[in-house]
């Protein structure tokens, strides 16, 4: 969809002498484009969130949701926390899970990753590592 509208856009450029369209007909194509590129934006973003883990914490252990599968993790069996970089590795006794953020805010040079909702608040990244290496008596240590 994205590449269509992108060509579908740079087609209203492109004209000259006898392949020129009327002014009505050139915006119906614009507003065509638009509305193509926006579906695509809305199906990308509708497709980055069916592949994202979600972190359930519960009393006793947490649940990582994925792809409509739900792993159940008690906290007893997480032995380490290792942050490096963006990412988090929870070394279990049998394994590991990695937890990254599902998106970053960019500001120039600036890379932020994006909170997660704790409650219909939104909360930073790191807090959910911190939360979860406390609830299992354990220090977050960096790579």
Not at 14 to 27: I, L, P, S, Y
Not at 38 to 48: C, P, Q
Not at 87 to 105: E, H, N, Q, T, Y
Request: with cysteine; hydrophobic share 40%.
């Amino acid at each position: 969809m994205r590449r269509t509208a992108t060509t579908r856009g740079k087609e209203l450029v492109r004209q000259t002498g006898a392949d020129q369209k009327g002014f009505g007909e050139n915006v119906k194509t614009a507003a065509g484009a638009i509305y193509d590129y926006g579906k695509s934006a809305y199906a990308e973003a509708v497709k980055k969130h069916a592949e994202t883990s979600e972190f359930v914490l519960q009393d006793e252990h947490f649940d990582v949701v994925h792809n409509g599968s739900i792993k159940t993790i008690p906290y007893s069996r997480v032995k380490q926390v290792v942050l490096s970089g963006e990412r988090a590795r929870l070394m279990l006794d049998k394994g590991s899970v990695s937890i990254k953020p599902v998106a970053f805010v960019l500001a120039g040079r600036l890379k932020v990753p994006v909170g997660w909702l704790r409650n219909g608040i939104e909360v930073p990244f790191d807090l959910l590592i911190e939360e979860i290496a406390a609830r299992c008596g354990l220090e977050v240590e960096d790579d």
